[in-house]
């Protein structure tokens, strides 16, 4: 009896293989009917449709031949203080007086005749890094966790959150005059690197490295004279145990780490020579190109965007008509 109850309720268990290929085979047919209807309006209204095409192709021809072609010049700049937020500050104090068409503010950097309306700047990272580098990031730092402690994983993990924090910055300049756009993109470059405030916390940052580098120098003579005593003693035989010299009862040298120290110290005074020859403003000009157009993307230009906006337009009529017609149609009814 379990046996003929079990097969007796198979058949509400099965899938109807036939109601499911009349169901993909329904489907088929509206996708059909759907292009087929579609073909016949393109067909039935090919006329307005290449017209309307073809005026709209010409006044978008036309206009991107009247209106005058947007250009651009990019910077790339490398800020020298601990922080980019001025530089973005910066730009959006520009930008703001531009909006206010704020003339006397420009006219004191020179530019008497700068055209505001065409002219606009923008900053951003010149890398952004996407949710999946990062994701790669972490899984090379977690490989790297078993070798934590050697210096070659340090000088990786350090490469990489400078990389993630990289400080380069690049400003475009928009505009639409070629040959005043560069001169107010560089007078405009002059003024963010003169900010009072900010050549003082330069000059302060070159003090301080300075003294460092005085200080760095001093303790690697003594370090230097002390690791020539040593030489002197054991060249002189006297005793030394495990890499370690004793000077006296209490004091113990320990050579190795004489060496590390000084190492670090060499690095650390090259990085900040470096420094001093990079930091002579607020930021770095590591890049000024040159004027070149602006890309627009292609649904973006006239002579594509009217005639699209022209059909879009015919079809949505069409389509209120329809509408409008089968509205009346169940009122009637």
Do not use: C
Request: proline content about 3%.
């Amino acid at each position: 009896m379990s046996t003929h109850a079990s097969n007796s309720g198979s058949p509400n268990d099965e899938i109807d293989l036939g109601q499911l290929f009349a169901l993909i085979k329904k489907g088929f047919l509206g996708v059909f009917k759907f292009f087929l209807r579609l073909f016949i309006y393109v067909r039935n209204n090919f006329v307005w449709l290449a017209v309307l095409g073809i005026v709209g192709a010409a006044l978008g021809f036309g206009l991107n031949k009247i209106s005058t072609q947007k250009l651009k010049t990019e910077v790339i700049v490398n800020p020298n203080l601990e922080s980019k937020n001025y530089l973005y500050d910066a730009v959006d104090e520009i930008n703001g007086k531009i909006k206010a068409k704020d003339t006397a503010f420009f006219a004191t950097m020179g530019l008497n005749e700068m055209d505001l309306d065409k002219f606009e700047v923008i900053v951003e990272p010149v890398r952004i890094k996407s949710g999946k580098d990062r994701e790669s990031d972490m899984k090379y730092l977690e490989a790297l966790e078993p070798f934590q402690n050697s210096e070659i994983s340090a000088d990786i993990i350090r490469n990489l959150l400078r990389d993630q924090n990289s400080f380069e910055q690049r400003i475009t300049f928009l505009y639409g005059d070629p040959t005043s756009g560069p001169i107010v993109a560089a007078r405009l470059m002059d003024y963010f690197n003169n900010n009072q405030f900010y050549k003082k916390l330069v000059d302060t940052y070159n003090e301080n490295d300075r003294a460092r580098l005085q200080k760095n120098d001093s303790i690697l003579d003594q370090i230097d004279e002390l690791i020539n005593s040593y030489t002197t003693k054991m060249n002189a035989k006297e005793r030394a145990v495990e890499g370690q010299l004793i000077l006296s009862d209490e004091e113990v040298l320990d050579i190795p780490q004489l060496f590390t120290l000084k190492n670090e110290l060499i690095s650390q005074s090259e990085r900040k020579r470096v420094s001093l020859e990079q930091r002579t403003a607020p930021f770095s000009i590591v890049n000024f190109g040159k004027s070149r157009p602006l890309n627009i993307p292609l649904f973006g230009k006239s002579i594509i965007l009217i005639p699209l906006i022209f059909i879009g337009l015919f079809i949505l009529i069409d389509i209120v008509k329809y509408l409008n017609r089968k509205s009346e149609e169940l009122l009637d009814d």
